[in-house]
């Protein structure tokens, strides 16, 4: 099946790429694992960073200052830049397409300061900001009449000397091996939170595929270590609570009532000392009582749903029991100024990308800034570089050879339930991957990665049958996510300084 441009994913970032793919005059096709609005961008609450025109008392200077100091050093300065610099036509084009952002009574988008700003800066939705972004965009897709396949699950990415020919999948629906032929390949197939499990705000479909695929065709992945965590999810489930809840004046406090923190330094800060009240006895709460319930029906409503939907607890009047989760990952492909990766055709956008602007810990509010940034500058240079490539592809050829690679993990014996392993690597990263970390927990854990890897063959999926065979697609993840979690470790092991998210008591 022949096109110009394959994007892999349909979160934010892959409906961002491929809009503006097509609108280049590309023939494009999205192809997700799951739906659209299941993507993790609806998590993306609080808002996305932009100095408008209107705005007096901010400016892009102090937003790439405020980038490159949360980045600790090790984010790019170039394409830091350019981000804070399209950053307000960004939101124009959000605006322009129907995104509905929140108002001030003088009709301008309202912005809101989240954590390591120096400024209002987050253009918001309600706390519904990256829900409405997707859902906006995916109506501009359907509209462009964009093609999408859903329930497809990336086996491979497939390449010819140094340049990507296509990709093969699963379609989960019947069972078979499909083929799809194209000289550009855009990835943006999140991140790789779910390695921490049930200590994630993330969904269950961020298990790392698009880097374990790319790193299997010779793509450089970059910072594996950084791995941030989001102060405030809700004790018992790890649902987010948005960083807006903050920014629009919520306390942190602990058992005996204390503030005990900035709530608005950089999230690594805040996770860090909410981590050491737990440490040492506490309980910690966020509290937004004092913002009352006119103001909280308005502009924090999700958030007051989600309490009393999964704490059973009512924030207008009751504290938020909250405790710091696994929630982005700054590590990623490895791309160029043009969204490009080392091998020829093969671009990378969103979390599964490393674009360099995130460094060490990301400023909250740039994650759907980024994706909107990078996913034109992606979707315009995959269409580009169509034009000068027509690479043709013996589909027979690879569907056999795809076709045999799949019936060998179909036929790995089952006598190790894989499920129990990937319960057990969620509590060992948690605990010794996590906030703080050290060189023996950090050794000790990779160790641990590759004795599970050895008994790999003993492992399976116990369905055998061919049609939705779902069990078979969490084993095919199940395998991505310890070749992730070992470069992760890797990473964390050499890296033996504290730097933002990844911090060394050692």
């Known amino acids: 099946m022949k096109n110009d441009v394959l994007v892999i994913g349909a979160g934010g970032a892959g409906l961002v790429a491929a809009l503006n793919a097509h609108n280049a005059g590309a023939k494009v096709k999205i192809i997700t694992k799951e739906y659209p609005t299941r993507s993790q961008t609806c998590m993306a609450q609080g808002g996305i960073n932009a100095v408008l025109p209107h705005v007096t008392n901010d400016s892009v200077e102090e937003h790439i200052k405020n980038t490159l100091k949360s980045a600790h050093g090790l984010g790019e300065e170039e394409m830091i830049k350019l981000l804070c610099e399209e950053a307000p036509k960004a939101v124009e084009w959000l605006d322009g397409i129907g995104v509905p952002f929140s108002r001030t009574q003088d009709g301008y988008i309202a912005q809101r300061r989240l954590g390591g700003a120096s400024e209002s800066r987050a253009c918001y939705a309600q706390d519904y900001t990256g829900l409405k972004i997707l859902h906006t965009l995916y109506d501009q897709v359907l509209a462009s009449g964009i093609e999408i396949l859903n329930e497809r699950y990336m086996l491979n990415i497939l390449k010819e000397m140094n340049s990507v020919t296509g990709i093969s999948v699963l379609n989960i629906r019947s069972g078979e091996v499909e083929i799809y032929n194209a000289p550009s390949v855009i990835l943006a197939t999140g991140g790789y939170s779910k390695i921490y499990g049930s200590h994630t705000t993330n969904s269950k479909s961020t298990t790392g595929d698009g880097l374990a695929a790319a790193l299997r065709v010779g793509a450089n992945l970059l910072h594996m270590e950084f791995i941030q965590f989001h102060p405030t999810a809700l004790k018992k489930s790890a649902i987010l609570i948005s960083e807006s809840a903050r920014g629009e004046g919520g306390y942190l406090l602990n058992s005996r009532g204390e503030r005990f923190t900035d709530e608005l330094a950089p999230r690594d800060e805040v996770a860090r000392a909410i981590h050491e009240q737990i440490v040492n006895g506490e309980d910690v709460f966020l509290d937004i009582r004092h913002l009352g319930e006119e103001f909280i029906n308005e502009e924090l409503p999700q958030e007051r749903k989600l309490a009393k939907l999964y704490e059973n607890i009512d924030p207008v009047s009751e504290l938020i029991p909250i405790k710091p989760v696994a929630h982005y990952t700054m590590g990623g492909v490895e791309v160029d100024k043009n969204s490009q990766t080392n091998i020829d055709g093969l671009f990378a956008v969103g979390e599964c990308a490393n674009q360099k602007v995130h460094g060490a810990n990301?400023?909250?509010?740039?994650?759907?800034?980024?994706?909107v940034v990078f996913g034109k500058s992606a979707g315009l240079h995959a269409a580009e570089f169509t034009k000068n490539f027509d690479k043709s592809l013996d589909v027979n050829k690879?569907?056999?050879?795809?076709?045999?690679?799949?019936q060998i993990v179909r036929e790995h014996k089952n006598e190790i339930d894989f499920y129990q392993f990937r319960e057990k690597i969620a509590e060992l990263f948690y605990t010794k991957v996590g906030i703080v970390r050290n060189k023996a927990d950090l050794q000790?854990?990779?160790?641990?990665?590759q004795e599970i890897k050895s008994q790999l063959p003993l492992m399976g999926a116990s369905d055998k049958s061919k049609v939705y065979n779902t069990n078979l697609v969490e084993f095919l993840e199940f395998v991505n996510m310890l070749d992730v979690c070992e470069l992760v470790l890797r990473s964390a092991i050499l890296r033996e300084v504290s730097c933002g998210a990844h911090f060394r008591v050692d």
């Open 362 to 371: 990301r400023l909250g509010g740039n994650s759907l800034l980024e994706l």
């Open 444 to 449: 000790s854990a990779y160790e641990e990665i």
């Open 398 to 406: 690879y569907k056999e050879t795809e076709e045999k690679l799949l």
